[in-house]
């Protein structure tokens, strides 16, 4: 699903279909919102390993690769029968996610290079945040959408809610529903997006 694919879905949740009432570029302001509130509530989403990494001689640290905001293991890379396998994790006790201080970009810091060889390839797992929205196609994070759909819902209900009227009476109404259903995701905060047991933040990244 992709973000113009949620709106449309609300669009038509808050009797609005055409967009007369709120635009398209205001449901990703209220996407964003939501996807925000997850990132703040401390939801993480898993990223795809990363294996750009190769280790140098005498090259102790490393940027950190992409959005990771949390790393879970690192492996060593090995050639067998012509395919780089990654058998070996790298002991946790040997590295550390640092500044190196002339760079506001956090690094991966090898305590010792012993047990690493040079021109190995090394493969990082871990998470990133939850995506903040800024355009209709972009994708949305898998598995948030019954999330998002329900706090951008509230978000554009409250919007809406202005006046006296029945139908005001209604939309606020339904904010406080689709607020109470979106809270529902955060007590349960399903497995898949909590932090992984034992992996490191990332500074910076928070």
Do not use: C
Not at 31 to 40: K, L
């Amino acid at each position: 699903m992709i973000v113009s694919d949620l709106y449309a879905e609300l669009a038509l949740h808050v009797h609005d279909v055409a967009y007369a009432e709120i635009t398209a570029a205001q449901w990703v302001t209220f996407i964003a919102s939501a996807s925000r509130d997850a990132r703040n509530k401390g939801w993480y989403v898993r990223l795809d390993d990363d294996e750009s990494l190769t280790i140098a001689d005498n090259d102790f640290d490393y940027d950190v690769p992409g959005s990771f905001a949390r790393i879970g293991a690192i492996y060593q890379g090995e050639t067998i029968d012509g395919a780089t396998v990654y058998l070996r994790r790298v002991p946790d006790a040997h590295w550390v996610i640092r500044y190196d201080g002339a760079s506001p970009v956090p690094v991966l810091h090898f305590h010792t290079l012993s047990s690493l060889e040079s021109g190995a390839a090394l493969k990082i797992t871990g998470q990133r945040r939850p995506t903040i929205y800024t355009t209709g196609g972009q994708t949305i994070d898998a598995g948030m959408e019954s999330f998002l759909r329900e706090r951008a819902k509230y978000y554009a209900l409250q919007f809406l809610a202005a006046g006296r009227s029945e139908y005001a009476t209604w939309r606020q109404q339904m904010a406080l529903l689709a607020l109470q259903e979106s809270e529902k995701f955060f007590k349960a905060h399903p497995a898949e997006f909590r932090a992984e047991p034992g992996s490191i933040l990332v500074k910076g990244r928070e």
